[in-house]
């Protein structure tokens, strides 16, 4: 009866023998993230002290292999390739911990969403691709699913109306009620 406990003893003394670095470089083996993810993450298994996970994302930074800038710029080709707006990467980025200057150096730079004419020509392409979803909803109906659905995707309000009204000309109709 002692040695199912016993041996689940060992494995966690087994576990815990892996050091900080060890475990934090076998996280980022399995997938990208940021420092702030790291952290919380070792955190989370509570075998290491504050010095130590310091000590394993300082390590990883400096040979390389963790770097907030480069999970940034590529989170946000991703994002933007999804059709997320300037806004919903803006928020994504900054839940996973990336620094506020980092993400308006990011987000100012060209070709970076937030660019109108770049945000409003996918803004509107994202709606001629998904728009057949509520083109048969009657004018007041469609408009308001359509603005939601730009909304939903993180593009200011501006982007949001302007590309709805060209979607709405597109159909051969008008984005209000008026008969004429």
Known sequence: MNEKPARESGAKRASAKRSALETAAALLAARACTKKE???????KGVYTYPEIAHAISE???MGYLSDRRYAEDAVGIL?????GPLRIRAKLLSK????????????APGAPGEE????????????????RFEKDEPPKRKQRALRFLAGKGFPASIVYQAEEKWEKGLGGSSNDEPF
């Open 38 to 44: 790291l952290r919380d993450k070792l955190k989370k």
């Open 97 to 108: 911990g990336i620094e506020r200057d980092l993400l308006e150096e990011l987000m100012s």
């Open 117 to 132: 004419e770049d945000d409003l020509a996918r803004a509107l392409s994202l709606l001629e691709r998904n728009g057949r």
């Open 80 to 84: 933007r390739s999804r059709g997320f």
């Open 60 to 62: 990883l930074e400096r």
